[in-house]
T-cell receptor, first 112, second 117 residues
């Protein structure tokens, strides 16, 4: 079952621009995570934000979480061609902390 | 060592074959996972092992049989698969801890790409 929906499904930007991806989910969560996947490769963890946090930064990444709206956003600033990848949000339901469910994903293309 | 190693990287099998996918981690993680991912789709959870015991089976068909021989190894035994089972199979592990178990990030392997003819 899919917990999160992401938009946009695909995003194409110029190098140096900012990229914003949004994630909405359905049930109460303990935390929300963002992962990156290069084509055909494994997923790499980017950042985790707990349900009692509203904003978190890591390098060029900024994540916000609004639990009242059940939504999160990932902002990548000053994008680079190497940021081209698929980005997934993932949530663990409060009733099952092992059950990390991924959103539908956003495919980001950063043009040089 | 922060790696999860999956073998084989590619596997082609017929519908009557029996094969296995293997996953290994040496990070001391006590939760291990199998996900299935079709092209341009998100990973879908299949199985979760916690302390070498199966804790979650997401109603996966019995032609997929997981096994956790020890805390470092996770296998997925495949038998009588269908062409629609062709996908990227991802193994992951996570650190156990605290009440409620799961504490944070999953570490993924590079996946095993399975083609069923």
């Amino acid at each position: 079952s899919q917990q999160g929906e992401e938009d946009p499904q695909a995003l194409s930007i110029q190098e140096g621009e900012n990229a914003t991806m949004n994630c909405s989910y359905k049930t109460s969560i303990n935390n929300l995570q963002w992962y990156r996947q290069n084509s055909g490769r494994g997923l790499v963890h980017l950042i985790l934000i707990r349900s009692n946090e509203r904003e978190k930064h890591s390098g060029r990444l900024r994540v916000t979480l609004d639990t009242s709206k059940k939504s999160s956003s990932l902002l990548i600033t000053a994008s680079r061609a190497a940021d081209t990848a698929s980005y997934f949000c993932a949530t663990d339901a409060q009733d099952s902390s092992y059950k990390l469910i991924f959103g539908s994903g956003t495919r980001l293309l950063v043009r040089p | 060592d922060t790696e999860v190693t999956q073998t084989p990287k590619h596997l082609v099998m017929g519908m009557t074959n029996k094969k296995s996918l293997k996953c290994e981690q040496h990070m001391g993680h006590r939760a291990m996972y199998w996900y299935k991912q079709k092209a341009k789709k998100p990973p879908e959870l299949m199985f979760v092992y916690s302390y070498e015991k199966l804790s979650i089976n997401e109603s996966v068909p019995s032609r997929f049989s997981p096994e956790c021989p020890n805390s470092s190894l996770l296998n997925l035994h495949l038998h009588a698969l269908q062409p629609e089972d062709s996908a990227l199979y991802l193994c992951a592990s996570s650190q156990e801890g605290g009440v409620g178990g799961f504490t944070g990030e999953l570490f993924f392997g590079e996946g095993s790409r399975l083609t069923v003819l």
